[in-house]
């Protein structure tokens, strides 16, 4: 089992406003189903309810961490962060971390790997990921050459963490 995250950010590492994304763009969409189709992906209550209907992501299983009180057949729940990293322990393969901001920051120590689709833009965000480039812990092993797709410069770039906590 490893965990990684995926994330999509602004210039400044925004990642998020109203409990939504802050961008639309078709190829960043694709690279996320294409990646964590057929996998487990984990996160925060919010991020389950920012999905249209709030209903889990198709073809992946859905872990989440819920408020006390919270009932889904339709998802794993969690509600605390031992019982999260339990969860995570039980999976084989990939285990994608995918939000919201106060999930990613609590996991960003157990992932060995973050994909990161940098947009060229200020999405004027609320919430933000840690900025990857500044962090001691982690090097950028991979770059795309610059697309544009949505009206927005991206790049693809992948980031290896040189000391993965484990779980």
Do not use: H, Q
Not at 64 to 77: A, F, L, S, Y
Not at 130 to 147: G, K, Q, R, T
Not at 151 to 164: C, D, L, M, P
Request: charged share 30%.
């Amino acid at each position: 089992m490893t965990v990684k995250a995926i994330v999509a950010v602004d210039e400044k590492w925004g990642i998020g406003k109203k409990n939504g994304l802050l961008f639309s763009i078709p190829r960043d969409m694709r690279f996320f189903k294409e990646k964590t189709m057929g996998k487990t992906v984990c996160m925060g209550y919010n991020t389950l309810l920012s999905f249209p209907d709030g209903k889990p992501l198709k073809g992946r299983k859905n872990i989440v961490i819920c408020p006390e009180g919270v009932k889904r057949d339709d998802v794993v729940v969690v509600y605390t962060m031992d019982e999260m990293l339990s969860e995570i322990k039980k999976e084989d393969g990939e285990v994608f971390v995918i939000g919201g901001a106060m999930f990613y920051k609590s996991m960003l120590p157990y992932c060995d790997e973050v994909f990161v689709t940098k947009v060229s833009a200020d999405g004027n965000a609320e919430v933000f990921y840690e900025n990857l480039d500044d962090s001691a812990s982690f090097d950028c092993v991979f770059e795309s050459e610059p697309i544009i797709d949505g009206g927005y410069e991206i790049k693809f770039t992948t980031y290896k963490n040189k000391s993965t906590s484990v779980l």
